[in-house]
């Protein structure tokens, strides 16, 4: 399997916190990339980072990539309840065909 | 702003039917895929389609498993005979030039019964 874990499973924060998502996968990739899923809805894409990019901000949102650890972690700062979803990082691997390879995600719950 | 549709948004069917899953992706855009979701687990790739055929398939992605991009504009997933376990949310998306953003649509719930 191309991807690895997410961690946490699961987080529930107040609002205005930020909050520190972090994802690791297995093989070399193309790029990596954060999607948010909202309860039992579509997938959406919020930022894709490639493999010779280090930091990359959109927003309150700043994702790090470090290959070397084959590890993303995405922080979402100033956090707000609208910002209660799922989020999954998903990673693009060396083949052309750009299937993604989802982890298992992270809930975050914002409360107000 | 463009974005991917897919209907019908719910469907319900019985196990051994046939059922056909409709997407309709951003319009210059040139690879096309499916995914799918079982209530509560992860996303997971199905098959990606450039250039009017398959570029890779999962294991997923049986003999029961078929995709079509009809005419210009809908791209399909057609399962033969339906299992229980196909029950899912079947989500299509589009990316421009691959290995890019992909785009998805709000998904198709199904339920075999």
């Known amino acids: 399997s191309q991807q690895g874990e997410e961690d946490p499973q699961a987080l529930s924060i107040q609002e205005g916190e930020n909050a520190t998502m972090n994802c690791s996968y297995k093989?070399?990739?193309?790029?990596l990339q954060w999607y948010r899923q909202n309860s039992g809805r579509g997938l959406v894409h919020l930022i894709l980072i490639r493999s010779n990019e280090r930091e990359k901000h959109s927003g309150r949102l700043r994702v790090t990539l470090d290959t070397s650890k084959k590890s993303s972690s995405l922080l979402i700062t100033a956090s707000r309840a609208a910002d209660t979803a799922s989020y999954f990082c998903a990673t693009v691997g060396s083949s052309n065909t750009g299937k993604l390879i989802f982890g298992q995600g992270t809930t975050l719950q914002v409360k107000p | 702003e463009p974005e991917v549709t897919q209907t019908p948004s719910h469907q319900v069917t019985q196990m051994g039917q046939e059922v056909i899953l409709r997407c309709v992706p951003i319009?210059?855009?040139?690879?096309f895929y499916w995914y799918r979701q079982i209530l509560g687990q992860k996303v997971e790739f199905l098959v990606s389609f450039y250039n009017n055929e398959i570029s890779e398939k999962s294991e997923i992605f049986d003999d029961q498993f078929s995709v079509e991009r009809p005419d210009g504009s809908n791209f399909t997933l057609k399962i033969r005979s339906t299992k229980l376990e196909d029950s899912a949310m079947y989500f299509c998306a589009s990316d421009p030039r691959g290995q890019e953003t992909q785009y998805f649509g709000p998904g198709t719930r199904l339920l075999v019964l």
């Open positions: 093989t070399s990739i193309n790029n």
């Open positions: 319009s210059n855009h040139l690879y």
